[in-house]
């Protein structure tokens, strides 16, 4: 009976873990010439997407961003980023569009933003979660693993917020955890109610018991498009953003019939209200490949490409 | 070492015809700054100077010294009131109480299409000016009034507000008697607030002259002496 269970177990997280990493060699698109250079990356950029090709828009742009570091802490459980996210998204600003000011006087353009034309707009891998108060010697079973995804579209993506002390963007995700007894839809947050990041690489202004802390905007560099498009790319390397005001909601779908949520809910303290949560992106690379036209945006990469 | 420069005929011209050199003052002490020529009248306390840019030079602000990314601004202008003039050899002092800048340009640097403004802030400056051989211009702000300049730059990206105060909250320049200029050569300025599109640092270098004392008559020329 206890071989069965743990077979179960193991075929349940096997399952899972299949799910995440299962992705057959078939489902791959077709290798096309990839972009170098300052455009390394940002092959999935949807530049056909109708949204960017709307003659209103005044700019049109690629992001690529990848972490590779940092933490994600919910109450009092700490999960460290061992495995690296990846974000690529197209973004446009239309003429009169939508801007913030600052204090210092700064009127950023808020960009709208277009997901990656492969669908994957946020990449990750699962990462190791303990469970409070259970020691940890069957990772999988006494342990659970927690796969960031997304949520919702990304929004209010401010690219001159770099430096400041507000967030660069909304970065709505859900945890999708994997356990042999949490089954396949475990979450903690969902599209309805997600966990809504607005990471800053300025200090944040969170409400108590968090105390401000601050990101940093890394290594700044600007470059033109080196072929003589109008393209120009603005890259920060090795950035931290960082968010203590996020708010976690309850978890959802844990369990047969949701059984197991009041368990997840309980162990980790949710819905952890902000100020009692804290995201660290560290490590972060971001380039943004912005344009006017989006005919020279195209050019620009694709001369780019080999 | 003093040197003698050529009087300029219309500013003497000017100088006598506002009687502004009277033979006392030929006997009495020469302060550091004089007009009309090295030796000659001195500049009265509360007196204003000022200059524009050297003719066919511009201010610049580079990211870096020497950088292919620059702000260039063809029109510049000082304007500083002379506070302690005292007997040279010695260090006169002044207070900035104008700078500014316009028809301003950047080159090279991606994000940038257009300068909105640059704008000096906190004047007035405390201004020194130092005997030969030095002939030094140092201008000093205070920790309350630091030297600071706002500049508001226009890009893809939204209306891009850099703030930037001087290293060491100093900046210094040399004046010259040809020309009756003042260089400034690559003074630093660090970044004190605005995006991360701000280059952390400027650099900025312009060439001010002819240095004249506009309260007197004529507007006679400035000599350090």
């Known amino acids: 009976m206890r071989s069965k269970r743990v077979s179960a177990a193991t075929a349940v997280m096997a399952a899972g873990i299949l799910a995440v990493f299962g992705t057959p060699a078939s489902a791959q698109p077709a290798a096309a010439a990839k972009p170098t250079g300052i455009y390394a990356g940002m092959g999935n950029c949807p530049l056909s997407s109708p949204v960017l090709a709307d003659p209103g828009n005044q700019q049109v742009g690629c992001v690529i961003s990848v972490t590779r570091g940092g933490s994600v802490t919910i109450g009092s459980t700490t999960v460290a980023l061992t495995q690296p996210i990846t974000l690529q998204f197209g973004v446009y600003w239309p003429a009169s569009g939508p801007t913030v000011e600052f204090p210092d006087g700064t009127v950023a353009n808020v960009f709208s933003t277009v997901p990656s034309a492969d669908g994957k707009t946020l990449t990750s891998s699962p990462l190791q979660v303990p469970i409070p108060g259970l020691a940890n010697f069957l990772p999988g079973v006494t342990s659970a693993f927690a796969q960031v995804e997304l949520a919702g579209p990304i929004t209010e993506f401010i690219p001159l917020a770099t430096g400041e002390p507000a967030p660069v963007f909304r970065l709505p995700i859900k945890l999708h955890l994997f356990n042999a007894l949490f089954g396949l839809r475990c979450y903690i947050g969902s599209n309805s109610s997600p966990i809504v990041l607005g990471p800053t690489t300025g200090t944040t202004s969170p409400p108590p018991p968090n105390v401000p802390i601050t990101g940093d905007a890394g290594v700044i560099d600007l470059a033109s498009d080196p072929n003589g498009f109008g393209a120009f790319v603005v890259s920060f390397s090795g950035a931290t953003l960082v968010d203590n005001s996020v708010r976690v909601p309850v978890a959802n779908g844990c369990g047969i019939g949701g059984s197991l949520d009041w368990v997840i809910n309980t162990v980790f303290g949710l819905p952890a209200a902000a100020g009692r949560n804290t995201v660290v992106f560290s490590q972060t690379d971001t380039s943004l490949a912005v344009d006017s036209s989006l005919g020279d945006l195209k050019q620009a990469i694709a001369a780019s490409a080999h | ?225």
């Open chain 2, 1 to 225: 070492m003093r040197k003698l420069w050529t009087l300029s005929a219309a500013a003497l011209t000017a100088v006598l015809a506002a009687g502004l050199l009277p033979a006392a003052a030929h006997a009495a002490t020469v302060n550091v700054l004089t007009t009309v020529s090295v030796g000659g009248p001195n500049v009265a306390n509360g007196d204003a100077v000022s200059a524009p840019l050297k003719t066919g030079t511009t201010a610049t602000f580079y990211s870096t010294p020497g950088s292919s990314s620059f702000i260039t601004c063809t029109v510049s202008n000082f304007g500083a009131t002379v506070t302690s003039n005292v007997p040279a050899p010695g260090t006169a002092g002044e207070s900035l109480t104008l700078q500014n800048f316009s028809s301003c340009t950047p080159t090279g640097i991606p994000t940038v299409t257009a300068v909105q403004s640059i704008v000096v802030n906190n004047l007035p400056y405390a201004t020194t000016v130092t005997s030969p051989p030095s002939n030094q211009v140092k201008v000093t702000g205070t920790a309350t009034l630091p030297i600071q300049t706002t500049m508001k730059l226009t890009s893809g990206l939204g209306t891009i507000t850099c703030v930037y105060r001087a290293d060491l909250n100093q900046v210094v320049g040399v004046a010259n008697n040809v020309g009756q200029s003042i260089t400034f050569t690559n003074q630093k300025f660090n970044r004190f607030s605005g995006p991360s599109a701000c280059f952390p640092n400027g650099y900025f270098s312009a060439a001010y002259g002819p240095v004249k004392d506009t309260t007197v008559a004529g507007s006679p020329l400035v000599f350090v002496n």
